[in-house]
């Protein structure tokens, strides 16, 4: 028996299926808009980090502490120079909150060339502030393919990440 003020068939199932679609759609283009929003923050990471510079720098350091005289050999004189290939970077916060930085350093050679790579970082740093400092690819890092230090020619940004904190 159909009810006073209702008409059967099959234009109010599509009515209700029109808004349910409606309401699906407008939840799904919120959420890509609050996405895209909050996603773009911080843009490049790679942009809040400075490389500077970069040179090879044999030390002679052992000098100082060498002896041969004793019976250990933890502190006898080494006959290789070390060697280190040194590079200044900044990284800035140019964020809205505090946050720690993890940074891949990649090298190459004058041919553009990997050789390695090697990790710098900041921590806790606060909205604007910037962390300086020296990194370094040394004798205990994995160069390819027998690479040496004295290959590298200029050191690049590979990967940033900002980490928020909750502080």
């Known amino acids: 028996m159909p009810v006073a003020g209702r008409r059967p068939g099959p234009g109010r199932r599509t009515l209700v299926l029109a808004v349910i679609a409606a309401v699906v759609v407008a939840f799904l ?28 720098v044999a030390d002679d ?19 290789d120079t ?9 990284i800035t916060n140019e964020g809205d909150g505090p946050a720690n930085y993890s940074v891949v350093v990649n090298a190459f050679d004058e041919d553009g060339d990997f050789v390695g790579q090697t990790y710098v970082g900041a921590t806790h740093l606060t909205a ?28 690049e940004v590979a990967h940033a990440e900002r980490i928020a904190l909750a502080n």
């Open 29 to 56: 283009a919120g959420g890509g808009v609050a996405w895209w929003v909050l996603g773009e923050e911080d843009g490049d990471v790679r942009d809040h980090v400075e490389l500077s510079g970069g040179e090879l």
């Open 128 to 155: 604007g502030e910037t962390d300086s400092d020296e990194g370094e690819f040394n004798e205990y890092s994995e160069l390819e393919k027998n690479r040496e230090l004295s290959d590298i020619a200029s050191v």
């Open 61 to 79: 350091s052992d000098d100082a502490y060498c002896d041969d005289d004793d019976i250990y050999s933890y502190n006898d004189c080494d006959t």
């Open 82 to 90: 070390d060697e280190t290939y040194e590079f200044g970077y900044r």
